[in-house]
């Protein structure tokens, strides 16, 4: 293949000053974001309108309001990606329309559940170097990052799986620029960075390094030793569209586009996810032994085998408490194409809505005591009567994440593995904090020391 190399885009700006982000920057960079939300929302009756000289944007947070802008009206709402094109270049996640249909139907079969038994042998491979790795911790003792952990675990996930490859790339380097965009509090005018309690300037030349690494990625996952050379994996899914004439559209631009949206929209949320629920165990022991009993009724000893992942029921509740408790997609961000009237209010053609998740999933209109850790929610005959669209970690409606199902396979088989042969302490400040970027991280990170059990 003679064009593998994409010639590198220029175009590496961080937000514009009427970026949404940048508006949101006083709302959000607060000591508890969340909470000041919540009490606008609260205060304004679900709906916070933001005006400003020449634009609107209205935060909205009912279940009401989701189905509207996401499923039933969905149509007249389209994208927003400002600032974070050079993570996603011009991916499926950021096209409208029917070119986002074109584009999406060819990579379907790869999250259809038909491919997981296929896949769990890698993601219990990636399980396994990440045990290796936790055991030389526990012996030392020292103390480590969670999300950068389960951020390294689910990308390794991502290439053995849906790349067919060894994961070829330093993740705490390459993910580290990706903060660059995904870091909001980045995207002020003035570009200032609070590192370590110092104001440090972000100039145009650490954006672009942060772009070049990031662009180079996908070609050397391609370049990676590939693993079994099965026929038919996302990779080849992507490779047989750039192939096939009758989809120009599809050229080897938007190959890279797909990989490098894999690369964080599969990896950092699924990650969060992760670590949260591991903060979250660390403070409900009583879940942490529930999770290993669970595993051992089922597993008796032994490994998972596929046909056992179903029963680990328990284990899913809690990666799906955790999702609604700490949202990794927080904020679902929309402009609107023409008029609409959402329940009453008045949306402009051109007005930007925000579908606050967090605040659905934390209100007590929906949730009996909506701060308490309670993964039996989740229990079927219990979930049967959850207001629709009051819990929405993977959006609705059409432009839902492709990967929900995947992701808590992944993270039940983690939680089932690592949680048997250790025990993850949290060590760092009681409660941790939130850090609101494009992702909900936790402030400061979340350090933990791992334990081996004997
Ligand atoms: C806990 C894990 C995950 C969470 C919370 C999550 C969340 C989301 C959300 C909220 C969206 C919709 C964004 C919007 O409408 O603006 C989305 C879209 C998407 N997600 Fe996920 N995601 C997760 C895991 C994954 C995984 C494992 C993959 C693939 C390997 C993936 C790939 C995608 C893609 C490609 C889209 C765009 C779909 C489209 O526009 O057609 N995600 N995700």
């Not at 927080?330 to 053609?349: E, P, S, T, V, Y």
């Amino acid at each position: 293949m003679a064009d593998m190399t994409v010639a590198y885009s220029p175009s590496h700006g961080l937000g514009e000053e009427q970026s949404v982000w940048f508006k949101l920057t006083p709302l959000l960079n607060q000591e508890n974001p969340m909470q000041v939300l919540m009490a606008l929302a609260d205060k304004y009756n679900g709906v916070i309108p933001i005006n400003l000289k020449n634009q609107r944007i209205v935060l909205l947070s009912e279940p009401a309001h989701a189905e509207r802008v996401l499923v039933s009206n969905a149509d007249n709402y389209t994208k927003y990606f400002d600032g974070l094109r050079p993570i996603f270049g011009r991916s499926m996640i950021t096209i409208d329309g029917a070119l986002w249909q074109k584009i999406r139907t060819p990579q379907q079969a790869a999250f259809h559940p038909q491919m997981f038994e296929e896949y769990f042998p890698y993601l219990m491979s990636a399980i396994d170097s990440k045990m290796a790795r936790w055991a030389k911790f526990a012996s030392t003792g020292e103390t480590i990052e969670m999300v950068e952990e389960t951020w390294t675990l689910a990308a390794e996930m991502v290439c053995k799986a849906l790349f067919d490859r060894e994961m070829p790339f330093n993740p705490h380097f390459v993910f580290k620029q990706v903060k660059t965009y995904t870091d909001v509090m980045n995207h002020k005018s003035i570009r200032l960075k609070n590192v370590r309690g110092e104001l440090v300037e972000i100039t145009g030349e650490d954006t672009a390094k942060a772009m070049e690494v990031w662009h180079s990625v996908p070609d050397t996952v391609m370049g990676a030793n590939v693993l079994e050379y099965r026929e038919k994996t996302l990779l080849t899914m992507l490779q047989a569209a750039e192939a096939d004439p009758d989809f120009p559209e599809f050229d080897h631009r938007q190959v890279i586009d797909e990989m490098k949206q894999y690369l964080w929209a599969g990896t950092e949320t699924t990650a969060l996810t992760l670590a949260w629920s591991l903060y979250l165990l660390s403070q409900h022991p009583e879940a942490m032994e529930r999770i290993r009993a669970e595993a051992r009724a089922v597993c008796g000893d032994a490994d998972p085998q596929w046909n056992q992942v179903q029963q680990l029921a328990y284990t899913r509740q809690v990666i799906q408490e955790t999702m609604r408790l700490f949202p990794p997609i927080w904020g679902l961000i929309r402009i609107a194409a023409g008029d609409d009237d959402i329940q009453g209010h008045k949306i402009k053609a051109g007005d930007k809505v925000v579908i606050l998740s967090y605040i659905a999933h934390h209100s007590p209109k929906y949730w009996t005591d909506p701060e308490k850790f309670e993964p039996e929610r989740f229990a079927p005959e219990r979930a049967k009567k959850r207001v629709k669209y009051s819990y929405l970690p993977f959006a609705a409606g059409k432009r839902a994440c492709i990967g929900g199902a995947l992701s808590q396979i992944e993270n039940t088989l983690a939680l089932v593995q690592l949680l048997r042969r250790f025990t993850p302490e949290y060590v760092g400040p009681n409660p941790a904090k939130i850090h609101a970027t494009v992702t909900l991280c936790p402030k400061g990170g979340l350090p933990f020391r791992i334990r081996e059990l004997s």
